[in-house]
């Protein structure tokens, strides 16, 4: 039976990065349930767009700044951070508004190209245990091929139109792969792209995880953006984006990049 769960999930994986926004949210694929409040820069995102409303992931960089990914803009969103379940009313939860969203300039939705995006909250969020800031890489640094990493999000589980949903947060471990073993994705850009995933053990993010961050050795070096049919996953390589990242906080507000832990 396990088995036969394994792969259903996998035979489903390609749909997840197909369907339009507030379509299939898939799951993290061959993970586990997080510890409660392991990852406290985690931030669930609430999305609408006109009478839809659909789901992503995002990390929180500084008390009133998210990173997320470009694709996941919308008409309003709300972010949930410090929620391990995010179906329940949890104490530790802070839910607040998005006052501006910044996707990159340059950012191209066919090939998900520089797929990065900034997230000025309405008001800043409260640290403490449940809530914490995750660091982002060196500019322009790069990640050795067989790093382990990890990458968490919530999102609806095995099919379609079931209506059971992982609401607890999830993580799998994957591994940074050399960027050939993507390559051969058509709209895979080294320059801007990560490459990361497990695939002869099926574990990969999913659609429902977008705007997650891939963690690698504490910091958020990748976000998850897109990916085909089967693992590996593709991920907005943060280190080539620092630069614009720190300029735009800095112009949002002077004394948001004290704040930006290194």
Not at 29 to 41: F, I, L, M, Q, T
Not at 143 to 152: G, H, K, L, N, R
Not at 172 to 193: F, H, I, N, Q, W
Request: contains cysteine; proline residues 6%.
């Amino acid at each position: 039976m396990a088995l036969m769960m394994q792969l259903l999930v996998l035979g489903l994986l390609p749909w997840a990065f197909l369907l339009p926004p507030g379509g299939w949210a898939g799951e993290i694929v061959g993970g586990r349930e997080a510890k409660p409040h392991s990852r406290p820069y985690m931030v669930y995102l609430e999305i609408r767009r006109g009478k839809k409303t659909s789901s992503c992931g995002g990390f929180l960089v500084a008390k009133d700044f998210v990173l997320t990914a470009a694709h996941c803009k919308g008409d309003n969103i709300t972010v949930t951070l410090g929620a391990h379940n995010i179906d329940k009313r949890e104490p530790s939860q802070q839910v607040i508004r998005v006052r501006q969203q910044i996707p990159h300039t340059e950012y191209n939705d066919k090939p998900h190209n520089n797929d990065v995006m900034i997230l000025q909250l309405a008001k800043a969020a409260k640290l403490n245990k449940f809530v914490k800031t995750i660091a982002l890489p060196e500019s322009n640094g790069r990640m050795q091929p067989e790093t382990m990493c990890s990458v968490a999000g919530w999102g609806r589980t095995i099919a379609k139109n079931s209506s059971s949903a992982a609401n607890a947060l999830r993580e799998v471990d994957v591994e940074v792969l050399e960027d050939d073993k993507c390559s051969g994705y058509r709209r895979y850009d080294p320059a801007t792209m990560l490459c990361a995933g497990q695939a002869q053990k099926g574990k990969d993010s999913a659609k429902g995880d977008s705007g997650g961050p891939l963690v690698c050795r504490g910091k958020a070096q990748g976000i998850v953006s897109w990916g085909p049919y089967t693992p590996p996953g593709v991920y907005t390589r943060v280190s080539t984006f620092l630069s614009w990242i720190h300029k735009n906080m800095h112009r949002l507000q002077p004394r948001a990049l004290s704040r930006v832990p290194a």
